[in-house]
């Protein structure tokens, strides 16, 4: 099966760039999407097809995604960003699609 | 605007069944992949079972293969999702989702469905 690995968690100052990751194989070679839940929300998408932001979503938030690693970055992140945050991937060769573990991003 | 509106959670004994209804609007429903996402509790989110905007092409997570069926009414807007075998680690909050350019752009709010004995 495919598997898209995250860490756990993620700390970072106001006004600081969170960086948050996401490893699979060939990750790169596939659109990587990034949604944001916050405690009692439905998730939310803030990037797709690796770098595209949904209309609403700040310029602060961006995505990259090269060889096994996609990225989401938080620039000048603000306390209402912290959050759950889950990467997502089509695993073609298996017809499924797959969730990251999710990384809790903590704004202290 | 997008919505969708997710019902037919509850309690059921293992080995039950149950099924849950999305019902959607703002857009063209017979255009769209449709999914179900679900959340065990404390936990993340797990991709459950997606289909085809004309209901012809199904994919489901191994952990639900041969249990869950997906399914469709273009006519009604309505997404299905018939669980059948529920075990304990079923228990989870299940969300549907509109898919569009690979990711899920929409989301309701969730139906909670419990088994438990």
């Known amino acids: 099966s495919y598997d898209l690995t995250q860490p756990p968690s993620v700390s970072v100052s106001p006004g600081q760039t969170a960086t948050i990751t996401c490893s699979g194989n060939?990750?790169?070679?596939?659109?990587a999407g990034w949604y944001q839940q916050k405690p009692g929300q439905s998730p939310l998408l803030v990037i797709y097809?690796?770098?595209k932001r949904p209309s609403g979503i700040p310029e602060r938030f961006s995505g990259s995604n090269s060889g096994n690693t996609a990225t989401l970055t938080i620039s000048g992140t603000q306390s209402m960003d912290e959050a759950d945050y889950y990467c997502q991937a089509w695993d073609s060769r298996n017809a499924k699609d797959v969730f990251g573990s999710g990384t809790t991003l903590t704004v202290l | 605007e997008v919505t969708l509106l997710e019902s037919g959670g509850g309690l059921v004994q293992p080995g039950g069944s149950l099924r849950l209804s999305c019902a959607a609007s703002?857009?063209?429903?017979?255009?769209?992949?449709m999914s179900w996402v679900r959340q065990a509790p404390g936990k993340g989110l797990e991709w459950v079972s997606g289909?085809?905007?004309?209901?012809?092409?199904?994919y489901y997570a191994d952990s639900v293969k041969g249990r869950f069926t997906i399914s469709r009414d273009n006519s009604k807007n309505t997404l299905y999702l018939q669980m059948n075998s529920l075990r304990a680690e079923d228990t989870a909050l299940y969300y549907c989702?509109?898919?569009?350019?690979?990711?899920?752009?929409?989301w309701g709010q969730g139906t909670l469905v419990t088994v438990s004995s």
């Open positions: 989702a509109h898919q569009k350019l690979g990711s899920y752009s929409r």
């Open positions: 097809q690796d770098n």
């Open positions: 060939n990750l790169g070679g596939r659109n």
């Open positions: 703002g857009f063209i429903f017979r255009n769209y992949v």
């Open positions: 289909l085809s905007g004309s209901g012809g092409d199904t």
